[in-house]
Nanobody
Framework: QVQLVESGGGLVQAGGSLRLSCAASGSIFSINAMGWYRQAPGKQRELVAV???????NYVDSVQGRFTISRNNAKNTSYLQMNSLKPEDTAVYYC????????????????WGQGTQVTVSS
C-alpha cells in the first residue's frame, strides 16, 4: 500500500506564489508518472501538470509558464511551484502517482492524495 500526503496549500492574493508538495510512502520500488490535478466547486477534476519518471513534463494550457512541476525521486516527492496565481486557480489540488506493484511489472496502481485547498483572492 502507498500513501500520498500533500502540503503547501493556503490562501494567497492574486499574483502571489505557493509551492505544493506531495510525499509518497509505503511499499514503493519505483514511481512512474506523478501528477497534479485540481477540482474547483461545480467543476470536474482536471489535470494540471504531469511529470514522467525521467523528468518530462506537460501542463494544461491555462497554467503554462506560471506553474512548474518537479520531483525528487530519492524522496518519492513531487512539487508544484505556482507563480502569478489567479483567482481562477482556486481549487482543491490533488496529487497522484503511478506505482508498479513490483520491479519489472508492466502495469501500475494509481494512488491519490487527500487534496489541499488553494484559494486565490482578487
Amino acid at each position: 500500500q502507498v500513501q500520498l500526503v500533500e502540503s503547501g496549500g493556503g490562501l494567497v492574493q492574486a499574483g502571489g506564489s505557493l509551492r505544493l508538495s506531495c510525499a509518497a510512502s509505503g511499499s514503493i520500488f519505483s514511481i512512474n508518472a506523478m501528477g497534479w490535478y485540481r477540482q474547483a466547486p461545480g467543476k470536474q477534476r482536471e489535470l494540471v501538470a504531469v511529470i514522467s519518471s525521467r523528468g518530462s513534463t506537460n501542463y494544461v494550457d491555462s497554467v503554462q509558464g506560471r506553474f512548474t512541476i518537479s520531483r525528487n525521486n530519492a524522496k518519492n516527492t513531487s512539487y508544484l511551484q505556482m507563480n502569478s496565481l489567479k483567482p481562477e486557480d482556486t481549487a482543491v489540488y490533488y496529487c497522484n502517482a503511478k506505482v508498479p506493484p513490483r520491479v519489472g511489472a508492466r502495469w501500475e496502481y494509481t494512488y491519490w492524495g487527500q487534496g489541499t485547498q488553494v484559494t486565490v483572492s482578487s
